[in-house]
Nanobody, 115 residues
């Protein structure tokens, strides 16, 4: 059984930075993509960015320049670094491991940007 767990959320002031991480445990293929999503109160879940099995990353245009995705090579751990955070970035951030017929989601971690 595969478990995906996000961590590192919290409260940060506008303009601050935060790193959230995502780790998968269990039997998981090496050929997978990892994606980040977020969902703000009253809004639909939106794609933030992702990293492929080859290490290529992509971030949603509105977040480029502020959000960076990276991973630990050989380890099922991925990081989302968020800089210059804004109140509109307040949301629950979710991680997703997807590959072949497998699709695993974490429970999410809350990020609150507030003064």
């Amino acid at each position: 059984q595969v478990q995906v767990v996000e961590s590192g959320g919290g409260r940060v002031q506008p303009g601050g930075s935060l790193i959230v991480s995502c780790a998968a445990s269990g039997s998981i293929s090496s050929r997978y993509e990892i994606e980040w999503f977020r969902q703000a109160p009253g809004k639909k879940r939106e794609w933030v960015g992702g990293i492929g099995s080859g290490g290529i990353t992509d971030v949603e245009n509105a977040m480029k320049g502020r959000f960076t995705i990276s991973r630990v090579i050989g380890n099922n751990t991925v990081f989302l670094k968020m800089d210059n955070l804004k109140p509109d970035d307040t949301a629950v951030y979710y991680c997703r491991f997807v590959g072949g017929t497998n699709d695993y989601w974490g429970q999410g971690t809350q990020v609150t940007v507030s003064s």
